[in-house]
């Protein structure tokens, strides 16, 4: 028996064998000229097929960036110069993806940097589609690499992996993110991990602890099948109870709402025992769009969810775009520091051409369906809140505090917002001046920074004492190490995935 360490990515426990992945690529395609051209359509249709589905599941955000990159000109006219130089397919898609992958790499802002992974995860995904090549992986495998890529998690799971361990990778990567909201358990940075298991050997998983167990002992195996029984065990009981309110044992309620980006999750969050939307991520809805939605499709949209979890509210988010989410059809110039640029409601403001039909939209929307609200993205300052209340009218607006700005002036915020959702991923990073999915800093993005929860608690407080309702959207509304503080700070809802809401529910009402 061996012990690995690595560090926790996706909790959870997983008994298996292992199977490890094979990097690179063989046989590389051959064709040349116009005949490469047509096959590299052909390809990246049938690419966008795959992220059209994928992106209507857990962490659509994910592969809504994956598709931007597909459809960005400037990438594909690398490929073409290399093509119209004498080189074959493969040879220009490799090139250009090594290009890409060391220029993102040599950028110093770390959110450019994690883009790395994404490029090599398309490019990878073109050369399989274009090679016809299918792994063979054996069903309920621990899949281990020297990177799993959030393509990977996807596609494998025909195969039903039971865990995934990997050398490299971050806590918050896409594919640690992807690997949470699909409950799959996931150590990374294991280094070494794929020179010294070898194919068919067994392992345990740790996904709490951050370990891998090879080829345990008998007592070890029933150590991790008796921790197995009793996780399996709670969330049937979790489940079972996800439509009770949480109540916790002295009597506390605290309302459990979802994150969704689309309509089928908001079905999905209801089946869950949502108690509302507590963001409706909107940007989504432009994946499959060359231009922004009118008014007409914006009401459908949200008459629909209002009428779905009437009377309970509903927070439609403005357009969260920009940084790392630019949308092709808006044509933004390029930025040094796109994370402190043009993004959220600096945008919106700047582009009222995309905001106003989408505010007209959630206007006419209350009117006939009053739970209702809208939610304001990268808040900094207030006049950009008033502004928006100007044109409201009589609509109920929310802000979400991810900017330390706004959680120092949270006085005012209560004075000119009827809610507040503090949204933890954006607000730590940009306390910390660490990006959450950066290779080289993202060990150093820790949501137990005591900075960090000062900012928390003088939110909760400001927005108690002004009786205004403030809860938590963000990763740490979902931990469980982090749920009991919350709560003891006062946060009166969480807003999660749908599929986390059973087990927080059930996590709530276990509180003193």
């Known amino acids: 028996m061996r012990k690995l360490k690595g560090l926790p990515a996706s909790p959870g426990y997983a008994i298996g064998e292992a199977f490890i992945l094979k990097s690179g690529v063989v046989h590389l395609p051959q064709e040349k000229g116009d005949k490469a051209r047509q096959q590299i359509q052909w390809a990246k249709r049938r690419l966008k097929e795959e992220l059209e589905k994928e992106k209507e599941g857990e962490e659509g955000e994910i592969f809504f960036a994956h598709m931007l990159l597909l459809e960005d000109p400037e ?80 596609s494998y799971e025909k195969w039903r992996p039971r865990a995934y361990i990997s050398e490299g990778g971050s806590t918050f990567a896409h594919s640690s993110i992807i690997a949470r909201a699909k ?30 167990i090879v080829n345990p002992s008998e007592k070890v195996l029933a150590l991790y099948e008796e921790r197995m029984r009793l996780a399996k065990e709670e969330e049937e009981e979790a489940f079972s109870k996800r439509h009770l309110q949480a109540i916790t044992r002295s009597g506390l309620r605290v309302k459990v709402f979802a994150n969704v980006g689309n309509l089928e999750e908001v079905e999905e969050a209801r089946e869950m025992g949502a108690e509302g939307i507590g963001i409706f991520r909107t940007e989504f809805l432009l994946l499959e769009e060359d231009k922004a939605l009118n008014k007409e499709e914006h009401l459908r949209i949200y008459e629909e969810t209002a009428k779905i979890f009437y009377p309970l509210p509903v927070h439609i988010r ?11 059809f808006l044509d933004l110039p390029p930025e040094p520091n796109p994370a402190l640029g043009l993004r959220g409601i600096r945008l919106l403001l700047e582009k009222r051409e995309i905001l106003l039909p989408q505010l007209m939209a959630v206007k006419e929307a209350h009117k006939k369906y009053p739970n209702i609200s809208l939610i304001l993205p990268m808040v900094s300052f207030p006049w950009e809140v008033e502004e928006i209340r100007r044109l409201a009218g009589d609509l109920p607006v929310g802000v ?11 006085s005012k915020m209560t004075q000119i917002a009827d809610f507040l959702s503090i949204g933890t991923n954006d607000l730590l990073q940009y306390t910390l001046a660490v990006d959450r999915a950066g290779k080289d800093v993202g060990k150093l993005y820790d949501p137990s920074h005591p900075a960090l929860w000062k900012l928390i608690g003088m939110v909760l407080r ?28 006062g946060a009166r809802h969480l807003s999660v995935s749908p599929r986390f809401i059973p087990l927080v529910k059930h996590l709530i009402r276990s509180l003193p």
């Open 183 to 212: 409950g799959i358990p996931m150590v990374i940075a294991c280094k070494g991990i794929t020179n010294i298991l070898r194919n068919g050997e067994r392992l345990i998983v740790d996904g709490v602890r951050g370990d891998v």
């Open 75 to 154: 990438i594909w006219e690398r490929v073409d110069a290399k093509l119209s130089e004498g080189a074959t397919l493969g040879e220009a898609l490799e090139s250009t993806k090594q290009e890409l992958v060391d220029l993102f790499n040599s950028l110093e802002d770390e959110r450019f940097r994690s883009r790395a992974d994404d490029i090599k995860d398309i490019f990878n995904r073109l050369l399989e589609i274009l090679m016809g090549r299918d792994r063979d992986i054996p069903q309920g495998a621990i899949i281990v690499g020297e990177e799993i890529l959030p393509s990977h998690i996807v």
């Open 318 to 328: 403005l357009y969260d775009i920009g940084a790392d989410k630019p949308i092709p």
């Open 462 to 489: 400001g927005a108690n004492r002004k009786g205004k309702e403030a809860g938590i959207c963000g990763e740490i509304a979902g931990e469980r190490e982090f749920i009991p503080r919350l709560v003891n700070m």
């Open 400 to 410: 979400m505090i991810e900017t330390p700005a706004s959680a120092l002036i949270v």
